[in-house]
């Protein structure tokens, strides 16, 4: 009984090895790994400010579904009329040189004091973070 119960150890464990090293596995593990750190980049630079749950507006507007929203048109939160006369649809690369440098991108923004994140690396994952759906 002993040996068999060994035996279907031994035998349960080969098999988790096989699935945690199978190239389908990956990804999702690595997904996983970006989301998180997506969401604690997120959470050190921009919760303060921002939530990205649907209709929670703080002192910034929720950022629910950003990516491929037009910038100052969230229904129920007051933009400052840079934001709402800014003209473009947030993307990726648009969201990096915001995030990066708010006043160059739309000049008179109400983001103060918050003046842009200088790491590349935490600008990719907040951006990965937004993108993903909620």
Known sequence: MLHRNRMLL??????MA???SSPSALPQASQGAQDVSGQ???NNSCRTCHMVREGDNRLGPNLHKVVGRKAGSLPDYA?????????????EEKLDRFIANPD???PGNN????????SSEDRKKIIAFLAQPR
């Open 111 to 118: 983001m103060k004091p918050y003046g842009g994140l200088s």
């Open 10 to 15: 031994i035998s349960a464990l080969s098999g």
């Open 79 to 91: 933009f400052s009329s840079a934001m709402k006369e800014a003209g473009f649809v947030w993307d």
């Open 104 to 106: 160059e991108v739309v």
């Open 18 to 20: 096989c699935v945690l």
């Open 40 to 42: 604690q980049a997120f």
